[in-house]
């Protein structure tokens, strides 16, 4: 059962994530109005991905060690990754820096896992597993790493390295997804 006082609602961990989400369309602005990506100016959308990403973890480190974890921050911590990361990945896709297979990929993982937390949740808040969490994590160093004009600059092993990360973020992505779908055949059970 989801916690509905002001308290649950309105701590720090909580705030923080709520800005994450308030913050992408930020992002999305410097990624379209900055658009090329060889552009000095492109390092504030690197920037900007970085503070909202790097919150991701402060968020819930202040939420462990103050003891204030609740069923809102649970659900809304993954949201606030898939709008990042979703955000992020159909901007770079529209520029032609990202190939939509991917993206539609990771879309259907994130919103299929989102619509069936959203199903179970009068049950039960289904937290991120760890598998879940590293997948964010590579996600989130392959959006970094595209947005980033590094790739312009040190050209091809700088790109090998990319591709190693975007097929990371791919398997774990597919992986976790498949992981979440047995887990729910299993309770079901």
Known sequence: MIEKTAKSIFNLPNIITMARILAVPFLLWSLFAIGDKSSGWRWLSVIIFIVIMASDGIDGAIARKRGLVTNLGKLLDPIADKALL???????????????????????????????????????????SAGGKWKTTFQGVMVGMVISPLTEWLGPWFGILESLIVFT???????TGVQYLVAAAKARD
């Open 169 to 175: 973020a791919l398997y774990l992505t597919i992986h």
């Open 86 to 128: 979703g955000g992020a990945l159909v901007a770079l896709s529209i520029l032609g820096e990202v190939q939509w297979t991917f993206t539609i990929l990771v879309l259907i993982r994130e919103l299929g896992i989102t619509a069936y937390r959203m199903v179970v949740i009068k049950k039960r808040v289904v937290a991120a």
